[in-house]
């Protein structure tokens, strides 16, 4: 099966704050992803890529940057940390983008 | 912008009943629909897709999908325990971004 890893599995970190979570896949996937779920939200997509050195703008990219340094490493940041970014952040990667995503574990993320 | 609306919000089925969850998109462009369930604490799986009018069937789970409608639902027969978890169902479109997911509806299965 497909193996996407995340690092840190759970962080606390304090309001305005940078925050870098990182994710790695071996798939060979093309596209990569990044979301977040709250309760009553389901998943939303923050930033997603499907080649080295470019990303795009998911549904609410404000407040968080992404970064995809190679095929298959994917970043989220968080520049200035806040409250409202407590949440779970899945990664996830896929063929393209009509295939099936395989999501890494989760991050756990609580701003102080 | 898409939207995928889920129905019930929440469901309690007794074990070995039938469960019965809904999903209809907004966008006529859509042609595919996913159902991934997530266990408590644990991160979506891919449970079942559709892409074609009709009923597909894999063990005791059972989709259908309307595309006039676009409409898709999924069935659980003789429920387990084991089936109570987040099920959320996601839509793409032919060069679409990504999927859409809705918000989930939450099974607990009792015994």
């Known amino acids: 099966e497909a193996a996407v890893t995340q690092s840190p599995r759970s962080k606390v970190a304090v309001t305005g704050g940078k925050v870098t979570l990182s994710c790695h896949q071996t798939n060979n996937h093309d596209y990569m992803y990044w979301y977040r779920q709250d309760t009553g939200h389901g998943l939303r997509l923050i930033h997603y890529?499907?080649?080295?050195?470019?990303?795009e703008k998911g549904d609410i990219p404000d407040g968080y940057k992404a970064s995809r340094p190679s095929q298959e490493n994917f970043s989220l940041i968080l520049e200035l940390a806040s409250l409202s970014q407590t949440a779970v952040y899945f990664c996830a990667s896929s063929r393209d983008n009509q295939d099936t995503q395989y999501f890494g574990p989760g991050t756990r993320l609580l701003v102080l | 912008q898409q939207k995928v609306q889920q129905s019930p919000e929440s469901l309690i089925v007794p074990e070995g009943g039938m469960a019965s969850l809904n999903c209809t998109s907004s966008d006529r462009n859509v042609d595919y629909f996913w159902w991934y369930r997530q266990h408590s604490g644990k991160s979506p799986k891919m449970l079942m897709s559709i892409f074609s009018n009709g009923e597909k069937e894999e063990g005791r789970f059972t989709v259908h999908l309307n595309k006039a409608s676009l409409h898709t639902s999924l069935h659980i027969r003789d429920s387990q325990p084991s089936d109570s978890a987040l099920y959320l169902c996601?839509?793409?479109?032919?060069?679409?971004?990504?999927?859409?997911f809705g918000t989930g509806t939450t099974v607990s299965v009792s015994p």
């Open positions: 996601a839509a793409s479109a032919q060069g679409g971004r990504a999927l859409i």
């Open positions: 890529s499907y080649v080295a050195d470019s990303t």
